[in-house]
């Protein structure tokens, strides 16, 4: 894939991850577990397997399926709030206390 380009997230899945992603694929019946603006169930097939809270928790409690366009929507959502988060923290480093001297 190329937007796993520099990234080690293939690397950290367990050894057995096709079998686990095998298990949530079947146990949402291969649908889209994403609500639509509606409230109700996407009705597309499910591709992928998301992790619902960021880390290395494989459990099956912290799995879901989702078909490609709601795990590409939430993970650029996930990816543009960590850079914001980023850039945030630099700002802080060099937020000033003072006035500048040449404004005094």
Request: hydrophobic share 30%; charged share 35%.
């Amino acid at each position: 894939m190329p937007n796993w380009e520099g990234s080690d997230r293939r690397s950290r899945l367990p050894a057995d991850w096709p079998k686990i992603r095998l298990r949530v694929l079947r146990r949402d019946g291969g649908q889209c577990t994403a609500l639509t603006e509606a409230g109700e169930r996407c009705a597309s097939l499910a591709s992928d397997v998301d992790h619902i809270r960021p880390g290395d928790d494989h459990s099956l409690a912290n799995l879901r399926s989702l078909c490609s366009w709601h795990h590409r929507k939430k993970s650029s959502r996930e990816g543009a709030e960590a850079a914001n988060a980023r850039r945030r923290a630099i700002q802080k480093r060099f937020k000033r206390t003072e006035a500048h001297p040449g404004l005094l």
